[in-house]
């Protein structure tokens, strides 16, 4: 007994504690033979959470990994592109707050091309997106952006304070044409 006890490969503890969590499935719009598959990894030892997204066909063991740097936001996926909003490495590494002249994008993924392409959005954080009912557009919410002499005025009066008030700024819905990747902002603002 004692034998079959020692050969059995010991785990570390960090070992024991990685682990993975679906947070999303979705299946392919048209044909139902894919599914794309978001998890979480943690990972101990590097003290780090790596969000995954793969294509998976559902027919073998085709595993297609798309990104290790996904975000919260649970990919979209509408004919041949999926749409995804990635976390900043370097902000997932060190842990820092965005910086207002970070720009912010929303990725999409072509599978016939095996492509991510980037569409830039602005400097405000996406709060959430979805696709058109043709494909053609996504649509995104965001803080209503400040022109630069009221974020200016802002940061003076504010600089030293915990700052409450400036999530009462209110939110603009926006429409992104993927032919043209025009971005035009859409005339409903939510305060």
Do not use: C
Not at 148 to 157: F, K, Q, R, V
């Amino acid at each position: 007994i004692n034998r079959s006890l020692s050969t059995k490969p010991l785990f570390t503890l960090d070992e024991f504690f990685n682990y993975i969590e679906f947070k999303s499935l979705t299946l392919a719009p048209d044909d139902g033979q894919s599914i794309l598959i978001q998890t979480k990894h943690r990972i101990w030892d590097r003290n780090v959470n790596e969000k995954h997204v793969y294509l998976q066909n559902l027919q073998g063991e085709n595993r297609k990994l798309i990104t290790t740097s996904a975000s919260d936001f649970a990919p979209q996926w509408k004919g041949d592109l999926i749409a995804l909003v990635l976390e900043d490495d370097l902000k997932r590494r060190n842990k820092q707050k965005k910086s207002s002249n970070e720009l912010q994008y929303i990725h999409l993924y072509s599978i016939s091309r095996d492509q991510l392409f980037s569409i830039l959005i602005g400097k405000e954080s996406i709060h959430t997106f979805t696709w058109s009912t043709t494909s053609m557009s996504i649509y995104f919410a965001t803080r209503s952006p400040w022109s630069e002499e009221i974020e200016e005025e802002y940061e003076n009066e504010w600089k030293d304070v915990i700052q409450y008030r400036e999530q009462h700024r209110g939110d603009s819905i926006y429409r992104v044409d993927i032919e043209n990747m025009n971005v035009s902002k859409i005339n409903i603002i939510i305060k």
